[in-house]
């Protein structure tokens, strides 16, 4: 029990905290018979505060264990989504390149289905992303 607590002080005294988890339970067994079968959740992912303000979408999940007495933890991280819109802006610097006119006639000929305004506002932005790129 000292063991464990002093393990806890340690994780405290860095600013780590325990991501949870999704999926089953236990990530350790001993592999033994039924009734002498221990199962434990030793595996965790620890992290600072530092990553939760770059990476708040990090899920830890439990997956089933093959040939081992652990579990393997999977993580999937989502980066943090902007709060503000990017929006598009010209430079006039593109226009003094050779090949602008092509770029935008080849963006404005492809074809586009649907109504005037939607096929109007689908090859803006096709061809704002093209001179973003």
Not at 21 to 26: A, R, T, V
Not at 34 to 59: E, F, S
Not at 61 to 72: F, R
Not at 75 to 83: F, G
Request: proline residues 3%.
């Amino acid at each position: 029990m000292r063991k464990s607590l002093e393990f806890i002080a340690v994780i405290e005294a860095c600013g780590l905290m325990d991501l949870g988890f999704s999926g089953q339970k236990f990530t350790w067994s001993n592999k033994r018979g039924i009734h002498h079968r221990i199962w434990k959740r030793l595996d965790r992912a620890l992290v600072n505060d530092n990553w939760l303000g770059k990476m708040p979408q990090t899920n830890i999940i439990h997956l089933p264990s093959v040939g081992s007495d652990h579990c393997p933890l999977l993580m999937e991280m989502t980066l943090k989504e902007e709060d503000h819109i990017r929006y598009f802006k010209f430079l006039n610097c593109w226009t003094d390149q050779p090949t602008f006119l092509d770029i935008v006639k080849a963006c404005w000929e492809k074809n586009v289905e649907g109504n005037n305004m939607w096929r109007f506002h689908q090859k803006l932005k096709r061809l704002s992303n093209t001179l973003s790129s």
